[in-house]
T-cell receptor
């Protein structure tokens, strides 16, 4: 079993739709949960991060972590064509030198 | 914000030759640099972690003699793919631990697409 599982999609939605992206993980030691956005031929950029369980909201984006289920989600409200990208979840254990473990990424297309 | 400049953005080389990829941190000092490889439709896989002035730590299964990492200064880290083969064709990305962003601050380069023919 991979440490982090993410459905690669692709996912195609109309503009204005609510998008739900998800990852599951197996390592209960993960404490930091991140979502990155990666445009084609570019490096990932950090969208949001959450420490331990709970929700975090930033504008149209909401990140949720359910440690009991080992399940994290990213919701995008009022999706825009500019949101079209690959979204990667990433996780790490506590500690400054701990490495990030990434999901495969979900390719999202928002159609105008 | 913090920027990591990665060059080249793409390179094509002949089998058996070596290729060097550079990552420079602009406006900040990168004491730790991470090197990843990403195959199509696959996760970013960590290859190695380098700390300025010391030897890199390689992940299991990554050949340190094939993927040479040099982190000689606080603003420059290089990855050299030696004796490249077609199976080394991939997207290589560096990432620097970004100061002032706690334990989640990582700034990524824009990646290098390597094609070995």
């Amino acid at each position: 079993q991979k440490e982090v599982e993410q459905d690669p999609g692709p996912l195609s939605v109309p503009e204005g739709a609510i998008v739900s992206l998800n990852c599951t993980y197996s390592n209960s030691a993960f404490q930091y949960f991140m979502w990155y956005r990666q445009y084609s031929r570019k490096g990932p950029e950090l969208l949001m991060y959450t420490y331990s369980s709970g929700n975090k909201e930033d504008g149209r984006f909401t990140a949720q972590v359910d440690k009991s289920s080992k399940y994290i989600s990213l919701f995008i409200r009022d999706s825009q064509p500019s949101d079209s990208a690959t979204y990667l979840c990433a996780m790490k254990r506590l500690g400054g030198s701990e490495k990030l473990v990434f999901g495969k990424g979900t390719k999202l297309t928002v159609n105008p | 914000g913090a920027v990591v400049s990665q060059h080249p953005s793409w390179v094509i080389c002949k089998s058996g030759t070596s290729v060097k990829i550079e990552c420079r941190s602009l406006d900040f000092q990168a004491t730790t640099m991470f090197w990843y490889r990403q195959f199509p439709k696959q996760s970013l896989m960590l290859m190695a972690t380098s700390n300025e002035g010391s030897k890199a730590t390689y992940e299991q299964g990554v050949e340190k003699d094939k993927f040479l990492i040099n982190h000689a200064s606080l603003t420059l880290s290089t990855l050299t793919v030696t004796s490249a083969h077609p199976e080394d064709s991939s997207f290589y990305i560096c990432s620097a631990a970004t100061p002032g962003q706690g334990l989640v601050g990582y700034t990524f380069g824009s990646g290098t697409r390597l094609t070995v023919v």
